[in-house]
C-alpha cells in the first residue's frame, strides 16, 4: 500500500483548489465572449456588487431594468424594438456573467480559508494566492470601467480598447493561477533546464498576448465583416487605407483594416515560429514524462487556432444580431483556443526553467 505523506497531500488539495480556480476563470472568459456575441454587455447599467447578485424576481423588478436600459444609447440607437423579452434574454447572459465572477471569489475565499487552517498551504505561497484575489478583484473593477464606456454619449457597444484591456487582464489572471498551480503541483525533478528553449517560449508568449489584444480588438470592432475573404483581404494582401487615421499609431486602435491586417499576420508569424519551436522541442534530451507529453500541444492549438481564425473570417457575412449561428460557434472556438495556447506555452516555460538544478551547479 502507497502512503502518502502530509506534504503530498496537502500539494495535491491545494494545486487541484488552484486549478479548479483556473478552469472557472476559462469559463468567465467564455461567458463574456457569449455575453459579446449576443450583445447582452449593456444590458445591466449598474454595478451592484451585492445587491446585484439576485436577479428580478418580478415583473415590476424587471420593468425597472429594462426602463433603465432604455435610457442606454444602446437601446435607443440600436434595439428600439426591444421587448421585455428581448431585454430578458440578454439581460441573463451579462447577469450570469457577474454571477459567474461572484462564484469564483466565494470558491477562492473559502477555499483558501479551509486549506490555511488546514495547514496545507505553505508560507511562501501566501503571498502569491492573496495578491492573485486582489489581481481577480481589480479585473472585476476594469470589467465595470469596460461596461461604463458603453453607456454614456452615442456608444451601442463597449470600447474595443477598454474590451482588449479586459481581456488581456483576464489572460494574465489565468495564466499568473496556473503558474502558480504548476508550482505546487510539479516537482523540481520533473522540471528541465533548457534556457534557449525557455527564451524561445518566453519571446512566442509575449507574441501571443498581444495576437491575443488584436483578437479582442477585432471582436470590439466587428472588423472580421471588414474583410470576410480569405487568403487575401478584400482581394488585397496588403490592403489599402491602413494608415489613414491621424496619428499613425491610432490605425492600430481604431483602423479596422489595420486590426485585421495585424491579427492575420500575427497568426501567420506564430504558426511558423510554433513550428519552429516544435522542432526544438521535440530534439530536447529529455528524462521528463511530462515534458514529453506536454511538448506537442502548442503545435496543435496554433494550429487549430489558426483554421478557426479563418472560418470565423469567412463565416462573418451570415452573422445575425441577437442571434447565435454559425460564426458564433467558431468566434468562440477561436477565443477558446487562443487561451489554451497561452496555456499550453506556460506550461512550457515552467517544464524548461529548474531553478533548483541552477543552484545546484
Given amino acids: 500500500m502507497i ?20 478552469i472557472m476563470l476559462l469559463v468567465q472568459v467564455v461567458l463574456g465572449g457569449v455575453t459579446r456575441l449576443t450583445g447582452s454587455g449593456l444590458s445591466i447599467t449598474e454595478w451592484d456588487v451585492v445587491t446585484g447578485a439576485l436577479p428580478p424576481l418580478n415583473e415590476q423588478q424587471w420593468t425597472e431594468k429594462f426602463v433603465k436600459y432604455q435610457q442606454t444609447p444602446q437601446y435607443r440607437l440600436l434595439n428600439t424594438d426591444f421587448t421585455l423579452a428581448d431585454f430578458k434574454f440578454i439581460f441573463f447572459w451579462e447577469w450570469f456573467h457577474r454571477l459567474w465572477a461572484r462564484l469564483i471569489a466565494v470558491a477562492f475565499v473559502i477555499g483558501f480559508v479551509y486549506l490555511l487552517a488546514k495547514k496545507y498551504i505553505k508560507r511562501e ?26 453607456l454614456t454619449g452615442d456608444a451601442v457597444y463597449v470600447r474595443p480598447t477598454r474590451l482588449a484591456m479586459h481581456f488581456i487582464f483576464a489572460l494574465a489572471l489565468i495564466a499568473y493561477a496556473f503558474w502558480i498551480g504548476l508550482r505546487i503541483k510539479i516537482p523540481a525533478r520533473k522540471r528541465l533546464d533548457l534556457p534557449n528553449l525557455n527564451n524561445w517560449t518566453w519571446v512566442l508568449i509575449a507574441i501571443v498576448f498581444v495576437q491575443l489584444m488584436f483578437g479582442a480588438l477585432m471582436a470590439g470592432h466587428k472588423a472580421a465583416t471588414a474583410a470576410p475573404t480569405w487568403p487575401t483581404i478584400n482581394g488585397s494582401w496588403v490592403p489599402a487605407g491602413m494608415l489613414k487615421e491621424e496619428p499613425v499609431t491610432l490605425n492600430f486602435f481604431e483602423n479596422k483594416t489595420t486590426i485585421h491586417f495585424v491579427h492575420r499576420g500575427l497568426a501567420y508569424t506564430l504558426l511558423i515560429l510554433i513550428i519552429s519551436y516544435s522542432i526544438k522541442l521535440f530534439r530536447a534530451p529529455t528524462s521528463s514524462v511530462l515534458f514529453s507529453k506536454l511538448r506537442s500541444w502548442p503545435l496543435i492549438f ?47 516555460l515552467f517544464l524548461t526553467r529548474n531553478p533548483s538544478f541552477k543552484q545546484s551547479s
Fill in 3 to 22: 502512503t502518502i505523506s502530509f506534504e503530498q497531500r496537502a500539494n495535491r488539495a491545494v494545486s487541484n483548489w488552484i486549478f479548479l480556480g483556473v
Fill in 125 to 150: 505561497f501566501i503571498n502569491s494566492l492573496l495578491f492573485l484575489f486582489f489581481f481577480g478583484a481589480f479585473q472585476g473593477a476594469i470589467g465595470w470601467i469596460m461596461v461604463a464606456s458603453g
Fill in 302 to 348: 496554433v494550429i487549430l487556432q489558426v483554421i478557426l481564425g479563418i472560418f470565423s473570417v469567412l463565416t462573418s457575412t451570415g452573422i445575425v444580431p441577437n442571434r447565435w449561428g454559425t460564426f458564433e460557434w467558431m468566434a468562440q472556438l477561436h477565443q477558446v483556443t487562443g487561451m489554451l495556447l497561452l496555456l499550453s506555452l506556460v506550461a512550457m
